[in-house]
């Protein structure tokens, strides 16, 4: 099985772009992912491209086509759909077609667009995600299925709302000296405790922005690396994906969220490392009860002990296992079918060291991104480390 390896990694500003298309937000990431990468484009392979809404946002189907244009690929293209997975999804798949020696070089990433559509719109759009049949027409929205989420959790562990908020406040740091995101303003525990309900428990700072974005990552195969003299000293060692029920009501556990079980156990395992070799982490904390169940899905806590531990410092920036030096989904902002692809560009940048994060983790070797689809009926976890 080949290696694959991240030459490059290109972002937008993550935030409110009312004004531009979804084509010009993807051909802005994957110039830089192509700059950064030093490889040109006629020798892409092929472009696997994440986006969940564009249908309903820009009325734009068979977006695949589209963004290789305006990536000026011409190549292969395919459209991966996971809901808020859809990025991580079409990672993993251009890691598997290098490892397969299938290609040499692949372009992963998504964009979203929302901003021009008001909040019901959005809402309404995001739904989609969730069972039609038996929550969205029951009036589900992703607000209120993680409100159920977070209160069994509390039922079951214990937790209270100071625990979310901290979260909040930790990953809004991280945000302020990240160039690409969305809320670059610190938030203290009490302005998250008075903020309004958005579905109780979960208030306004416990909830992730609408969000404009693309993300762009160049995969290429060891050896291409080699024969072309490119950098790209971090690679994809371990991936893995996991599903679990669509609908709340047909799961057996409102406060575990079994998908990202079976993706990180399987990421692990492809890695050949353990939850206690992770140095730094990027997980999708679309609410702040979501980033508490990743951490336990990763393995880094036992059920019911990843509450506390932005309340007790262990994953902020300079804890012992810092989670999302990003912002997170919650500060950084969540475009939809870009994020997973964000996570990768985000951690690359991590463990190169030129992240305006990195001397929080100066050391780190192994990263871990995990990226989830829903109320994480579909979850891709990836395991990157510096190569030797």
């Not at 057996?252 to 353990?274: F, K, N, Q, S, V």
């Amino acid at each position: 099985m080949g290696d694959a390896r991240v030459a490059g990694v290109g972002l937008t500003h993550f935030g409110s772009h009312p004004e531009r298309t979804g084509r010009d937000l993807f051909a802005e990431a994957a110039l830089r992912a192509f700059e950064d990468a030093g490889v040109p484009r006629e020798d892409v392979d092929q472009l696997n491209y994440g986006n969940y809404m564009g249908s309903i946002t820009e009325n734009q189907g068979h977006q695949a086509p589209l963004m290789a244009e305006a990536a000026g690929l011409r190549c292969p293209a395919t459209r991966y759909e996971e809901a808020c997975a859809s990025a991580g999804v079409a990672v993993r798949e251009a890691v598997r077609t290098v490892r397969a020696g299938q290609a040499d070089v692949v372009l992963a990433g998504g964009m979203e667009r929302m901003s021009h559509l008001d909040t019901d719109d959005v809402t309404a759009g995001l739904s989609t995600a969730s069972d039609d049949l038996f929550e969205v027409r029951a009036g589900m929205t992703f607000p209120g299925a993680y409100a159920l989420m977070a209160r069994a959790y509390f039922a079951e562990y214990g937790g209270t709302k100071t625990d979310l908020a901290n979260v909040a406040v930790k990953n809004h740091a991280n945000a302020v000296p990240n160039e690409y995101a969305q809320y670059r303003t610190e938030i203290s525990v009490e302005q998250a405790l008075d903020a309004p309900d958005v579905a109780t428990p979960l208030g306004l700072y416990d909830a992730c922005p609408i969000t404009d974005g693309a993300s762009a990552v160049v995969v290429v195969s060891a050896e291409y690396a080699a024969e072309h003299d490119v950098d790209a000293p971090v690679r994809v060692r371990g991936t893995g994906q996991g599903t679990d029920n669509m609908a709340l009501q047909d799961r057996a556990h409102l406060a575990r969220t079994p998908a990202a079980d079976d993706a990180a156990e399987m990421a692990y395992a492809d890695a050949g490392i353990g939850p206690d070799d992770v140095d730094v982490a990027e997980v999708h904390d679309c609410f702040t009860i979501a980033e508490v169940l990743a951490t336990e899905s990763l393995g880094f806590f036992e059920p019911g002990e990843g509450i506390a531990a932005a309340r007790e410092g262990v994953t902020t920036a300079d804890g012992d296992l810092p989670v999302n030096l990003s912002g997170g989904l919650k500060a950084k902002g969540h475009p939809v079918g870009a994020t997973g692809g964000s996570q990768i560009a985000e951690l690359t940048r991590l463990l190169r060291g030129d992240h305006p994060n990195s001397e929080h983790v100066a050391d780190a070797e192994v990263g871990v991104a995990h990226n989830a689809g829903g109320t994480v009926a579909s979850a891709v976890v990836h395991v990157l480390e510096v190569a030797e």
